[in-house]
């Protein structure tokens, strides 16, 4: 089939597809199923993850096939025909085999998902209720890239396109409409944030790092990130400055010379061990006087402190221990949390949506298979009953052919248009099965 | 009796104060900028109905303490979303529509039918210009006082690390000194063209520059003190939450010319 490869969050229409291929599973593991070990063994790169989708297809487990594979999760989302359990069978051992591991060796870290409850796990995962980090923000990106990736491929139809626009739209609709996402959740990323609201943008702002710890570099990085170019490191042994400051591209600085070092940053990192501060209230206050009082942002990653608390009362100095950064963290993970329900409620609505048009997108294949058959079925009575009417002259075996034609459309043309127009019938057609076997449509399809 | 045209002015700023807050919460780009539009939208109705209130009273809308209650709030809203435009921020709108929104309300609804001019000297081009850009002058020192409570409220918040919410949404605090600072400049800069326009009114009109009404006397404090505050608010003692609580207190000299100076002292500037 012909296959745009626009952007498809642009309006890739959704068309019917017989029900035989309108099933989804998912299987996957992710940070509760396995440990990072396993979960690092059948983890798909890109170029996995194409090679994976084309072998699946090929294989004819699946019609459509997606996979999402993060640092936290890899899941395989695909749409098969009726035969669920074969089709997880199948792409547990694809999984298994792909990725070279022994039988049975995922025996426990797998999950499964059919149908609805893998569309409420896809819509979770792109809002990031899945995620190890509460509402963490990379995953909507991780979600979309997969799906591009698939649908660049190919790889992609009617139900996963369907699937995964409202995985996306919902993952967006979650983060601007609940405060799920907007808080910091980590004390590097909540003090990034504070001097955001202290100074704005960080572009032109400088930073003094004190002493050469991992925590303290970590920080720094967050903030050059954030767009601060102008670093200072000061370590009590110069030869680790220095290199501290060759790694973060700043400028060093002598111990000796912390207090004209002061004068310079709008930001200060202290992550010095000992248990002594190293930076008392008055080696502060002649710092504020000589930088003009311009605001100054201390963060003290020290345990024991390395800042003596005293320095908070200094006008426009803002003073922010571990402890405080980690208080913050935990009143925005109960913040998060509190969102959780508001989330799922949105999510609710969303699978709605998506089983409204499943069910229509059902209907109109079942309306079109039982039309075939139908015609199939009057063809075949015409063919029969015709040659026992001799008398009837070539015309009016047209014109009887004519009208079971019609009897056939004004049929089917009721049903049609109510499925058409009443979204509730849609919606209690969803088990449609019954109707398929009620036909006997089910007898023709593999 | 409240025109359509005044309901559609109060809808638009009550749309647009609705619209910031729900932005202020999900900090969408699309729903700013629909609150920036509902903005406009509003300030370009309220301007025909000043016009039209204006048309009936055939002369300027704001010979009453109504009219000039009106035109502060065009001009707040004006200024506001001016300084929105320079600065790139809309998070201080809901803390300043409702200012807008209370003065067009009271003016709307508690208004008299608008009666012919009643002050006959009260027009002509150089009178008009000289209340609007005084009214425009005291709109933007409105603006520079909500800043700055704001920028004060938020420096106590994150100096006692008691953060709520909504912090998170607010403009950083140079940034709301930066605000506060360009509406003092707006302020001042109107403030003095204003009341020189007002002296060379007098002197057309008087045949004198001074006439010594208290208003004067007032607005050239006005003018002195927050030009004050513009030279402390750069010097290092001053910088950050001294110069806004400065800012603060100004704006006290402004509600005093505007009330009691207006009302029970001034006898040519009875409501502007």
């Known amino acids: 089939m012909a296959r745009s490869h626009s952007n498809p969050a642009n309006g890739v229409q959704p068309r019917a597809s017989g029900d035989a291929a309108m099933h989804i599973i998912l299987i996957g593991v992710n940070h509760r199923t396995a440990p990072i070990e396993l979960r690092e063994r059948v983890a798909f790169s890109v170029e996995n993850a194409r090679r994976a989708a084309q072998q699946l297809r090929a294989s004819g487990v699946v019609g459509e096939v997606v996979v999402v594979s993060t640092c936290n999760r890899s899941e395989l989302y695909g749409v098969f025909g009726r035969d669920a359990e074969g089709a997880a069978a199948a792409l547990d051992d694809f999984i298994t085999a792909f990725h070279g591991l022994p039988a049975g060796s995922l025996n426990g870290a797998l999950y499964h998902h059919h149908d609805h409850d893998a569309v409420r796990h896809l819509f979770r995962v792109a809002s990031g209720l899945d995620s190890m980090l509460l509402g963490e923000a990379e995953i909507l990106g991780q979600v979309r890239q997969a799906y591009m990736v698939a649908f660049e491929n190919g790889d992609t139809g009617p139900v996963l396109n369907r699937l995964f626009q409202g995985a996306l739209e919902i993952g967006k609709r979650v983060r601007t409409e609940t405060e799920i996402g907007t808080r910091p959740m980590s004390a590097a990323f909540a003090a990034v944030k504070l001097a955001e609201q202290i100074f704005g943008k960080l572009r032109n702002h400088k930073g003094l790092i004190l002493g050469a710890g991992a925590m303290g570099e970590q920080l720094v990085e967050h903030l050059r990130d954030r767009g601060m170019t102008s670093i200072y490191v000061a370590n009590r042994s110069r030869e680790r400055g220095e290199e501290l400051a060759r790694r973060v591209s700043g400028e060093a600085f002598s111990w000796e010379d912390l207090p004209r070092a002061l004068e310079l940053p709008d930001i200060v990192v202290a992550s010095v061990g000992g248990n002594d501060p190293v930076l008392t209230r008055s080696m502060l206050e002649r710092a504020m006087g000589a930088r003009g009082n311009r605001a100054l942002f201390v963060i003290d990653l020290g345990v024991p402190r390395n800042v003596e608390p005293a320095v908070a009362d200094l006008y426009n100095v803002f003073l922010y221990s571990m402890d405080d950064l980690t208080e913050i963290v935990e009143q925005n993970k109960h913040a998060r949390a509190k969102e959780v329900p508001r989330a799922e409620a949105l999510i609710s609505e969303q699978l709605e949506k998506f089983k409204v048009w499943q069910a229509s997108a059902r209907s109109v294949a079942l309306l079109a298979e039982l039309r075939e058959k139908l015609q199939h079925n009057r063809e075949e009575f015409l063919r029969q009953h015709m040659d026992e009417m001799e008398h009837l002259a070539p015309e009016d075996r047209e014109r009887v052919a004519r009208l079971t034609a019609e009897l056939l459309d004004n049929i089917l043309e009721q049903p049609a248009s109510r499925l058409r127009s009443e979204k509730e019938l849609r919606r209690k057609l969803e088990e449609i099965e019954a109707v398929r076997h009620l036909f006997g449509l089910e007898e023709n399809k593999p | ?272």
């Open chain 2, 1 to 272: 009796m409240t025109s359509f045209l005044d309901n559609l002015v109060l809808a638009f700023y009550l749309a647009s104060f609705g619209i910031h807050v729900w932005f202020l919460y999900t900090d969408s780009r699309f729903i700013g900028r629909l609150g920036t539009l509902c903005l406009a939208g509003g300030v370009v109705a309220h301007y025909f109905a000043l016009l039209s209130r204006a048309r009936a009273m055939g002369g300027v809308p704001y010979q009453d303490f109504y009219g000039s209650l009106s035109l502060f709030a065009w001009l707040l809203a004006v200024t506001y979303l001016g300084i929105e435009r320079f600065h790139r921020q809309r998070a201080v709108a809901p803390f300043v529509l409702p200012f807008v929104i209370g003065f067009v309300a009271i003016s709307t609804f508690l208004a008299p039918e608008p009666a012919g001019i009643q002050h006959a000297k009260a027009h002509g081009p150089l009178f008009a210009l000289h209340v609007t850009i005084n009214i425009l002058a005291y709109a933007a020192f409105a603006l520079s006082f909500v800043v700055s409570l704001l920028y004060l409220a938020q420096n106590r918040w994150l100096r006692n690390r008691k953060l709520g919410s909504v912090i998170w949404r607010f403009p950083a605090l140079e940034v709301l000194e930066r605000m506060s600072r360009s509406s003092v400049i707006v302020g001042v800069a109107a403030l003095s063209f204003g009341i020189a326009l007002g002296f060379l009114w007098a002197h057309r009109l008087l045949g004198h520059y001074v006439t010594g009404d208290p208003k004067e006397i007032i607005s050239l404090l006005v003018l002195l003190v927050y030009a004050l505050y513009l030279r402390l608010s750069r010097q290092t003692a001053w910088r950050g939450a001294r110069a806004c609580r400065l800012c603060v207190a100004c704006f006290f000299f402004v509600i005093f010319s505007y009330t009691v100076v207006n009302f029970y002292l001034s006898s040519y500037h009875r409501f502007f």
